[in-house]
């Protein structure tokens, strides 16, 4: 859960859930340096919910763990259930 703490990881992961993408792809979409964004990616890497291949100079990143995806929507039927609680609890 470490790794998904960043907004930029789960940016990361969020784009890689439409399919693998070439970090080429990826970089114009954050205002950073490569080097900043390229160890983003090696946390992503390293609990193993990204994974790499390269082709020539190009490196292509896929999610390693496509079921990462489900721990979103848990989190969010959790904050629904936990604002529906609140919303009784101030009627009362």
Do not use: W
Not at 39 to 49: C, D, E, P, S
Not at 62 to 78: A, E, G, R, S, Y
């Amino acid at each position: 859960m470490k790794a998904l703490s960043s907004p930029v990881r789960l940016k990361i992961v969020d784009e890689l859930s439409r399919g693998e993408r070439c970090m080429c792809e990826i970089q114009p979409m954050f205002k950073m340096n490569k080097s900043t964004l390229s160890r983003h990616v090696t946390a992503l890497k390293n609990v193993g919910i990204v994974s790499e291949r390269r082709e020539g100079i190009r490196c292509y990143l896929k999610l390693q763990t496509p079921c990462i995806l489900n721990v979103f929507d848990c989190t969010m039927k959790v904050i629904r259930a936990e604002a529906k609680r609140h919303a009784r609890l101030a009627k009362t």
